[in-house]
């Protein structure tokens, strides 16, 4: 299976972590290695797959839809991406963020517990505290794959 | 539903009182007023003995009432501290103007959750002009208020004094000092907002307008015209999305921009990611920056618009209900 991934959120302006990025993704990749994965990111981001992609235009990001089977991202910029060019189904990684609000249904929302989402969902995630323990183990996502 | 009147006032301690009177005698009492005293030398006006009637007669009627002195950078400054007081109501009369004693109970009877402000008449006594009258926002030198009519009529702005659902537009603070077509701006905002603005010629507000005070005050006539250039590029920019915020959000509106293209032929989007609308023909792509010269940007904030309405569906509806 051909999978592309967006592993994390943008970096905070306080520096701090941003609560929306994933905490398992060496995990994750580790159990998902048999397949095929690119990842794409901006500079600055860790690179987590040798396929990677950086700072690319949208054509290419396009590009590299069309070309996976499903793609896995945090909540981010590339879930609005994808929506606007087809219903290609991505899995969703979902911590305090809701994705009622502000995913799609066409996905797979994989969100631990409604009693972790954030009380101010429209506040700036610089007022946030990260918490790992808010979203879904790498086992979880398999069972999707 | 807690009403605040509010007066800005500038220069004006002679015609002053007229005001305060009219809010004190009206039938339906707000809760508050609050006058704002620009005035370059303001005074204590509970020490002038018809200041101090005026204020009994406010105690009397159990009306609430302050005087704040302003920080004289124009009216529009003294309105929007009175926009995000927390009332649910706010009617603003002018310094020189004397509402009849119906006006407020008019006006707020006319108040639904539909309508986000409702003004009456505003006439000067021995004028019967604008003779035309404009509901439109194209055209603002006659406006509908100015001449006598019965009834109710659905416009697009309104002008000088008027009651107004508060907290939910902000005032444009990018005006100088005599804040030219201030009310215009901030009424058709609510318009745009998808609010009913409505003017009643069943109520009179008198207008003894003076040659002096007030915005009067200013003789620069570069504060008129820097006033007007900014209103003209405002209506010049048509439709107007702010995307003062992160990619994401940028791709979320793209999804609903057909529809608004359907809908409006000239549209303008000041946005961090033009490159998102790369390609797209008949948009007027401009940044924040230039934006923000011109008007409040806050008013076309998604995420407050989604946390002041308590939004729980997905961010693409709040942006059709912003923008649609």
Known sequence: ?145 | MKILATISTKNRYDILFNAIISVALQTKRPNKLIIFDDNENPVDLRNLSIYQYAFNLLNEKKIEWEVIYGEKKGQHHNHQKANKMGYDLVWRIDDDEFAENNVLETLYNLIDDNVGAVGGLILMPGYNWAKTQNTNINDIRYNVQWHKFNGVKEIEHLNSSFLYRAGIIDYNLNLSKVAHTEETQFTYELFKRGYKILATGDCITWHFRQPTGGIRSEIDNNLWKNDEDIFRIWLNWGKLIILDNGLGDHFAFKKILPEIQKKFNKITISCCYPEVFSGIKGLNLISINEAKGIIPIENYNIYKFMRDNNWNKPIIEAYKKLYL
């Open chain 1, 1 to 145: 299976m051909k999978i592309l991934i967006s592993p994390f959120s943008k970096k905070l302006r306080n520096g701090n972590k941003n609560p929306k990025d994933y905490p398992y993704w060496d995990k994750l990749l580790e159990l998902i290695k048999k397949h095929e994965i690119k990842q794409i990111g901006i500079a600055g981001e860790k690179i987590l797959v040798k396929d990677y992609y950086q700072d690319r235009p949208f054509t290419e990001i396009k590009q590299l839809l069309d070309w996976c089977d499903i793609w896995i991202s945090v909540d981010n910029w590339f879930p609005h991406f994808v929506n606007n060019y087809g219903d290609k189904k991505g899995i969703v990684l979902w911590g305090k963020s809701d994705p009622k609000l502000f995913g799609y249904d066409n996905n797979i929302n994989l969100l631990k517990g409604e009693k972790n989402l954030r009380k101010n969902q429209f506040d700036i995630w610089e007022n946030e505290v990260y918490d790992e323990n808010v979203f879904v183990l790498p086992e979880e996502i398999l069972k999707y794959l």
